[in-house]
């Protein structure tokens, strides 16, 4: 019964985590898509910013209960890797797709007369994708599916690679304890901040999944699933493939070679 109570408690913490990081990146979203003159127009390492301290604010927020996975790329890596438990994948993904979709409900609820605004003022629709990039990603300029599919295994491979190094136990020149979640929120920005444009950083198929889903079942329709040129699986299976690459290359190529003198300082992903 206590295993149990402990699982529901991790599972409702990864969800409140993913809510918080898509309430707080999609607001910030919305903030730079749907108002001339944006702020973030002519700075975009706000938006990139912003999004990080979402992620350090998770962290904050959960990390003691779940360890604030907040990334079915994270939870994966980390099974595959760090003794995270199998039985317990299935769950923490399902839980962060439900925090994104209850994420982008409490943005819908903030932002829903200023997208009406917007699609009325230029004449766009949801069925057509009209504010859909609030929600969820889509390719830049110039990038295909298949392209943006690369740029995601290599841009989750960063963000997990740096996930992994900053936790590790033996890694004594990585912040320890708190300091932490505020390095991984300024990795997941700095990640924003030089590759933004090319497809939205999806790096965590929750935080694209969730939202893209509740915009399927609030009028965007196809625009949202499967989306044009069936991009819906890009920021699923590419950030999926990605953690599991970068993982695996601090695990083989920095990990075996750090001194183990010192004695671990953090504990195990639970």
Same mark, same amino acid.
């Given at each position: 019964? @206590?295993?149990?109570?402990?699982? %529901? $408690?991790?599972?409702? &913490?990864?969800?409140?985590?993913?809510?918080?990081?898509?309430?707080?990146?999609? &607001?910030?979203?919305?903030?730079?898509?749907?108002?001339?003159? =944006?702020?973030?127009?002519?700075?975009?390492?706000?938006?990139?910013?912003?999004?990080? %301290?979402?992620?350090?604010?998770?962290?904050?927020?959960?990390?003691? #209960?779940?360890?604030?996975?907040?990334?079915?790329?994270?939870?994966?890596? *980390?099974?595959?890797?760090?003794? +995270?438990?199998?039985?317990?994948?299935?769950?923490?993904?399902?839980?962060?797709? *439900?925090?994104?979709?209850?994420?982008?409900? @409490?943005?819908?609820?903030?932002?829903?007369?200023?997208?009406?605004?917007?699609?009325?003022?230029?004449?766009?629709?949801?069925?057509?994708?009209?504010?859909?990039?609030?929600?969820?990603?889509?390719?830049?300029?110039?990038?295909?599916?298949?392209? !943006?599919?690369?740029?995601? /295994? /290599? *841009?989750? $491979?960063? *963000?997990?690679?740096?996930? +992994?190094?900053?936790?590790?136990?033996?890694?004594?020149? !990585?912040?320890?304890?708190?300091?932490?979640?505020?390095?991984?929120?300024? %990795?997941?920005?700095?990640?924003?901040?030089? &590759?933004?444009? %090319?497809? !939205?950083?999806? /790096?965590?198929?929750?935080?694209?999944?969730?939202?893209?889903?509740?915009?399927?079942?609030?009028?965007?329709?196809? =625009?949202?699933?499967?989306?044009?040129?069936?991009?819906?699986?890009?920021?699923?299976?590419?950030?999926?493939?990605?953690?599991? #690459? $970068?993982?695996?290359?601090?695990?083989?190529?920095?990990?075996?070679?750090?001194?183990? &003198?010192?004695?671990?300082? /953090?504990?195990?992903?639970?």
């Amino acid at each position: 019964m @206590l295993k149990n109570r402990q699982f %529901l $408690g991790e599972l409702i &913490s990864e969800c409140i985590a993913v809510m918080i990081i898509v309430l707080i990146g999609d &607001s910030v979203a919305a903030m730079y898509a749907l108002y001339d003159p =944006s702020p973030y127009k002519q700075a975009y390492w706000g938006v990139a910013i912003v999004w990080g %301290l979402g992620v350090t604010i998770a962290i904050y927020i959960t990390g003691s #209960v779940s360890g604030t996975h907040a990334n079915p790329a994270v939870s994966l890596a *980390l099974a595959l890797y760090r003794g +995270f438990s199998w039985r317990k994948v299935p769950g923490y993904c399902a839980a962060q797709v *439900l925090g994104g979709v209850i994420g982008a409900a @409490l943005v819908y609820t903030l932002y829903q007369p200023v997208i009406e605004h917007y699609n009325a003022a230029h004449g766009l629709t949801r069925a057509g994708g009209g504010a859909a990039g609030v929600f969820f990603t889509h390719p830049g300029e110039g990038i295909t599916p298949l392209h !943006a599919f690369v740029d995601e /295994i /290599i *841009l989750t $491979g960063l *963000l997990v690679f740096g996930i +992994f190094a900053i936790t590790c136990e033996y890694n004594t020149v !990585a912040p320890q304890a708190n300091s932490g979640a505020l390095i991984i929120g300024l %990795l997941v920005a700095s990640i924003g901040a030089c &590759s933004g444009y %090319l497809e !939205a950083w999806a /790096i965590n198929p929750a935080r694209d999944f969730g939202p893209r889903l509740f915009c399927f079942l609030a009028g965007w329709g196809g =625009s949202a699933l499967p989306g044009p040129d069936n991009f819906w699986w890009v920021p699923i299976a590419g950030p999926l493939v990605g953690g599991v #690459v $970068g993982a695996g290359c601090y695990q083989f190529l920095i990990r075996p070679f750090i001194p183990r &003198s010192a004695a671990p300082s /953090i504990p195990p992903a639970p």
